[in-house]
């Protein structure tokens, strides 16, 4: 597609649900990065992907959290166990190589009840 | 946490006036970036400055950087309505990952 996707773009789950968020980057792209945003906020950074590899996963907050990239193009991040303070707009973006300039998705606004 | 942080927070201009943002930083960089949100949702990419340059410009922006202070501004000459958004700086660090880290943002109103 001619730029990042992500789905769904909104999901609303109850607490303690497993929910996926999926981004499909832009063709080419080697680095996918996972952020999350609460409202007035910047985006927190959770991972980067080089490729297949999770290259710096120090932003995910706990253990519930996992994001994977298998075929290097595609990317799932799933969240376990989901709590009211996940609530968040998930942004997704994807660059021809990493720390240059980013392709950002509309978002998954994510919703917990 | 965040990497950078923006000053001012919120900011309030005529429509035709400069509108100048700042961003400081903590860390040695490879390069800086400045984006800008509408509506909460995607960012959209502004303009990239390196760390070997200390000066930028694309149309009505204009970048600088200075690394000795950790600190860079944009600048947006001749205000128009559709410049209302939220404008937030991004850091490359310098450490040999490319994990790039927001800053708090600024959100800039133009008043028609």
């Known amino acids: 597609g001619a730029g990042v996707s992500q789905t769904p773009s909104n999901k609303v789950t109850e607490k303690g649900k497993y929910v996926e968020l999926r981004c499909d980057p832009i063709?080419?792209?080697?680095?996918l990065y996972w952020y999350r945003q609460s409202l007035g906020q910047g985006p927190e950074f959770l991972i980067y992907?080089?490729?297949?590899?999770?290259?710096?996963d120090s932003g995910l907050p706990n253990d519930r959290f996992f994001a994977v990239r298998p075929e290097g193009s595609v990317s799932t991040l799933k969240i376990q166990r989901t709590e009211r303070g996940d609530s968040a707009v998930y942004l997704c973006?994807?660059?021809?190589?990493?720390?240059?300039?980013?392709?950002f998705g509309s978002g998954t606004q994510l919703s917990v009840l | 946490s965040q990497q950078g942080e923006e000053d001012p927070q919120a900011l309030s201009i005529q429509e035709g006036e400069n509108a100048t943002m700042n961003c400081s930083y903590k860390?040695?960089?490879?390069?800086l970036q400045w984006y800008r949100q509408n509506s909460g949702r995607g960012l959209v990419h502004l303009i990239l400055?390196?760390?070997?340059?200390r000066e930028k410009h694309s149309g009505r922006l204009r970048v600088t950087l200075d690394t000795s202070k950790k600190s860079s501004s944009l600048l947006i000459t001749a205000s128009r309505a559709a410049d209302t958004a939220s404008y937030f700086c991004?850091?490359?660090?310098?450490?040999?990952?490319?994990?790039?880290?927001f800053g708090t943002g600024t959100r800039l109103t133009i008043i028609p």
């Open positions: 973006a994807s660059s021809l190589e990493g720390g240059e300039k980013l392709f």
């Open positions: 063709s080419g792209h080697t680095a």
């Open positions: 992907f080089q490729g297949t590899g999770a290259a710096d």
């Open positions: 860390t040695s960089i490879n390069n």
């Open positions: 400055i390196r760390s070997n340059e």
């Open positions: 991004a850091t490359d660090a310098n450490f040999g990952n490319e994990k790039l880290t």
